[in-house]
């Protein structure tokens, strides 16, 4: 069974930083493109940051400057550097990832999410 696990949330105040980090486990063939979303409650998961395979990421525009996604492939293990962080980005933060399974000669990629890992920037 595959899965995803993030880890390193918790409590900041405005301003402050947090390391988010999001290891993949199990009988993984590859892993492709990799994400970080949010979400608060009542509202819709947003994207926060993607990056692929080869660490070409993107960003969105509010995390531009602030934010940085990172992976190590070597340990199937994506990373958010968050700094500057604001009260209104007290959310739940969940990983998603593309993992690829063989199964025989068969490859299949699944789309995965993360439990969550709870982010609350408060003073």
């Known amino acids: 069974q595959v899965q995803l696990v993030e880890s390193g949330g918790g409590s900041v105040q405005p301003g402050g930083s947090l390391r988010l980090s999001c290891a993949a486990s199990g009988n993984i063939f590859k892993i492709d493109d990799m994400g970080w979303y949010r979400q608060a409650p009542g509202n819709q998961r947003e994207l926060v940051a993607i990056i692929t395979s080869r660490g070409i990421a993107n960003l969105a525009d509010f995390a531009k400057g602030r934010f940085t996604i990172s992976r190590d492939n070597a340990k199937n293990t994506m990373y958010l550097q968050m700094n500057s962080l604001k009260p209104e980005e007290t959310d739940v933060y969940y990983c998603?990832?593309?993992?690829?399974?063989?199964?025989?000669?068969?490859?299949?990629?699944?789309?995965?999410w993360g439990q969550g890992t709870r982010v609350t920037v408060s003073s």
């Open positions: 998603n990832a593309d993992v690829g399974t063989l199964q025989g000669d068969l490859l299949r990629v699944h789309g995965l």
